[in-house]
């Protein structure tokens, strides 16, 4: 005998659905904002950030971290269009990007190391030492 199944409602998984997905999406010739994947992570004694920016040059990426916040800003810029042959499609995005993530007062900025190699950003953000999980010994 199978169990019964429950799955989430999904208004756009029926037929109409997919028409709505596509009203609302927009044309490929039109811009999309540019937003490059990040992973942020905790660890035990760190936050740990990669972010994926090919193409980019660390001239062109800022990182700071003020009140808890990490922000990460850039600016992918398009290269220089050649216009020989037709696009059939375009897909790579360029443009300016800024992403904020809240760490609280863990985090130890003055130790932070960041690194930009083969276009990813890596970010390593110590705990400060009062946050840093502590054992308890039992009697």
């Known amino acids: 005998m199978e169990l019964l199944k429950t799955r989430r409602w999904d208004p756009m998984a029926f037929p109409f659905g997919h028409a709505l997905k596509d009203f609302w999406r927009a044309p490929l010739d039109e811009s999309i904002e540019f937003m490059p994947p990040m992973d942020l992570r905790e660890v ?66 003055d130790l932070a190391e960041a690194q930009f190699k083969d276009g990813v950003l890596s970010i390593r953000l110590p705990k400060k030492e009062s946050a840093k999980p502590k054992r308890i010994e039992l009697n």
Do not use: H, W
Request: glycine share 10%; hydrophobic share 35%; with cysteine.
């Open 44 to 109: 035990d004694d760190a936050f740990v950030l990669n972010a994926e920016l090919p193409g980019m040059k660390k001239e062109d990426i800022t990182v700071s971290c003020e009140a808890g916040v990490l922000r990460i800003s850039g600016e992918k810029k398009l290269e220089a269009v050649q216009k020989k042959g037709d696009y059939y499609r375009a897909e790579r995005r360029f443009g300016r990007f800024t992403r904020e993530f809240f760490l609280g007062k863990e985090a130890d900025v």
